[in-house]
C-alpha cells in the first residue's frame, strides 16, 4: 500500500487506472459499484477541463 500523499493533485493516469480497475469490478461484482466507475469519470472530466482552460489562456495574448 502506498503511502498517504495528502492533498497532492491526482494524475490523470490515476484516474484512468482506477477506471479500468472500476469497470472490472462494475463487470463481477454488479451495479451497485456503479457509483465509484461515475466518481472517476466524473474527476476525470473536471481534471480534462481544468487543462483545457489553462492551455487556451496560455496561448492567449490579451495585448
Given amino acids: 500500500m502506498k503511502p498517504s500523499q495528502g492533498n497532492l493533485p491526482v494524475k ?3 484516474l ?3 477506471l479500468k480497475n472500476a469497470v472490472m ?3 463481477k461484482f454488479g451495479d451497485k459499484y456503479w ?3 461515475e466518481r472517476l469519470e466524473s474527476e476525470l472530466t473536471i481534471l480534462e477541463r481544468r487543462e ?3 492551455a ?3 496561448q492567449t495574448d490579451f495585448e
Fill in 56 to 58: 487556451r489562456f496560455r
Fill in 12 to 14: 490523470k493516469k490515476d
Fill in 52 to 54: 483545457e482552460r489553462l
Fill in 25 to 27: 469490478i462494475v463487470e
Fill in 35 to 37: 457509483p465509484i466507475f
Fill in 16 to 18: 484512468h487506472d482506477g
